[in-house]
């Protein structure tokens, strides 16, 4: 693949930033030393654009993702999302943030076992008050795309990992966020299910004008992406970008 090395500082096609850090410090104690997790990182993610986030573990994209997503608080530097300082959000408003602006995808799907499909999928418009019946209604639609229509009554213990990885797709995107957070979407699935999961959230994810951002080791699905960048020590070291020849 080829490649232009620079740093993430600038939007390489042009496009309107979803996300913009600069300069992000974070570190963690461990015994009686702080250990530096990122160490004045830039990173950008642009609306409308797949962009992966790709290195060793331990590099830091974790915790980069964390604090874009509001879970982790940096210590240093800047970080826009979607036109809002979160440096500047504290408890309820950033939770509020979070609820009405970001979804996420986590490896092991988090979901509950004693809740079915589209009750699982449900979760984030019961959390912002819709009713259960027409927050499941809505739920269940989804599903429906995500090609679970025979599914949606189903407990996750009666789902494959590639079906279970749809319904925590649809509680992502359930509630229309604008950034997408994907921690190691496909680690858990093999070849083909992971790039059936890559290609629904290409599909669907990406409607609307909205961000996503993959965490993954998975090089088999870096065909996905309109950029890619690199990580080391906590720093972004090279982005890749489609113009530059990243191809599907």
């Known amino acids: 693949m080829a490649g232009t090395h620079d740093r993430a500082g600038s939007a390489q096609s042009g496009g309107r930033l979803a996300v913009r850090c600069r300069g992000i410090e974070k570190s963690f104690r461990a015994g009686e030393t702080r250990v530096r997790v990122l160490r004045g990182t830039d990173f950008v993610a642009e609306s409308g654009r797949m962009s992966f986030l790709v290195g060793p573990s331990g590099c830091g ?7 874009i997503g509001g879970i ?12 809002h300082d979160l440096s500047t959000m504290r408890n309820g408003r950033l939770a509020d943030f979070r609820l009405a602006n970001l979804g996420f995808i986590f490896q092991q799907f988090n979901l509950l076992p004693a809740l079915n499909a589209e009750e699982n999928a449900s979760l984030p418009l019961v959390a912002r008050g819709e009713s259960n019946g027409r927050a499941e209604r809505t739920a269940r639609g989804l599903l429906e ?15 494959s990992g590639g079906q279970q990885q749809r319904v925590a797709i649809a509680r992502a995107l359930v509630h229309e966020p604008r950034l997408l957070i994907c921690d190691e ?7 083909a299910s992971g790039h059936t999961v890559m290609e629904l959230l290409r599909d669907v994810a990406l409607e609307g004008d909205r961000s996503v951002i993959v965490v993954t080791h998975d090089n088999r699905i870096f065909g996905f992406a309109d950029r890619i960048s690199h990580m ?8 890749e970008s489609r113009e530059d020849g990243v191809s599907q």
């Open 185 to 191: 979407p496909t680690a858990s699935l093999d070849a």
């Open 145 to 159: 795309r995500l090609g679970l229509g025979g599914q949606t009554k189903k407990m996750p213990s009666q789902l």
């Open 232 to 239: 080391a020590d906590g720093r972004i070291t090279r982005t």
């Open 61 to 67: 994209k974790t915790t980069l993702v964390s604090v």
């Open 72 to 83: 982790l608080s940096c210590e240093g530097g800047e970080i826009d999302v979607l036109g």
